[in-house]
């Protein structure tokens, strides 16, 4: 269960017709966790719930761990999406944007520099540790840890989240080198449940995304995680592990 302090940092706008989730976290970043009701709008159309003077970046999700940033992808001779999982800007005005219908949507907002990113965090990608390669990138770039502010938008819970062990091993690796499923049981919040099926286990992978943070040494303070289960709230969010159909939200930020 997600904590409600952090629950508490959570609202819903509609804004021209399309309810998305924004974070106080995130409160000086037009933003947005958007919602099956705003499907099939592109990022081209959601952004002008956002700001319409800005450019749009998105990518071919392949559940990895490659980023890119608006300038990398202009200057890539290609007509067709560029693949990757996550996009850190390099400039003001530009936003950025990840699809999503289970796994983790991530918006990052650097308060110092006004750089901001979009990542999408599946458990495939969390095993590649996503996420501690986009905050490297960060540091790479001037920032300083202290100044990030991290939202981990609306994605399956381990309540419905069925998995092989293997899976959590795979993505628990990228915490432990050993005795992997042993030192997931033992934090907290885990992110393992047990299931009734043999070498069967529930697994949140936005659990695992948050400890990851957390050995890098941000602190809770910097981090909300969204009180929503795709899996579980039909009327707002698809699901893949629930219908089986490729439809996805759109989730964005716009850099200062």
């Not at 989730?21 to 592109?42: D, N």
């Not at 007509?79 to 936003?95: A, H, K």
Request: charged share 15%; aromatic share 8%.
């Amino acid at each position: 269960m997600v904590s409600s302090c952090l629950q508490a940092t959570w609202q819903w706008q509609n804004s021209q017709d399309c309810p998305h989730l924004i974070c106080s976290l995130l409160q000086k970043w037009a933003h947005g966790f958007f919602t099956r009701q705003s499907y099939p709008a592109l990022p081209k159309q959601l952004v002008k719930v956002l700001n319409p003077t800005v450019s749009v970046s998105h990518l071919k999700q392949v559940h990895g761990a490659l980023l890119w940033t608006p300038q990398q992808l202009s200057e890539t001779a290609t007509d067709s999406l560029v693949q990757g999982d996550g996009l850190i800007t390099d400039s003001p005005g530009q936003s950025v944007w990840v699809a999503s219908a289970d796994c983790t949507p991530v918006l990052v907002g650097d308060l110092l520099t006004g750089r901001s990113a979009a990542v999408h965090a599946g458990w495939r990608g969390t095993a590649k540790s996503i996420l501690p390669v986009t905050i490297a990138r960060f540091l790479s770039l001037g920032s300083h840890l202290e100044d990030l502010r991290i939202a981990l938008g609306p994605a399956i819970s381990g309540t419905v989240y069925q998995v092989d062990q293997d899976v959590a091993l795979k993505v628990g690796s990228s915490l432990f080198s050993e005795d992997i499923l042993d030192h997931l049981w033992q934090l907290s919040p885990s992110p393992l449940l047990s299931d009734s099926q043999m070498n069967k286990v529930r697994l949140d992978v936005r659990y695992v995304n948050l400890h990851q943070l957390k050995q890098l040494g941000l602190q809770a303070e910097q981090i909300s995680l969204a009180p929503h289960c795709t899996y579980q709230d039909e009327d707002y969010f698809f699901s893949y592990r629930r219908t089986g159909d490729k439809q996805v939200q759109w989730s964005g930020i716009v850099s200062l």
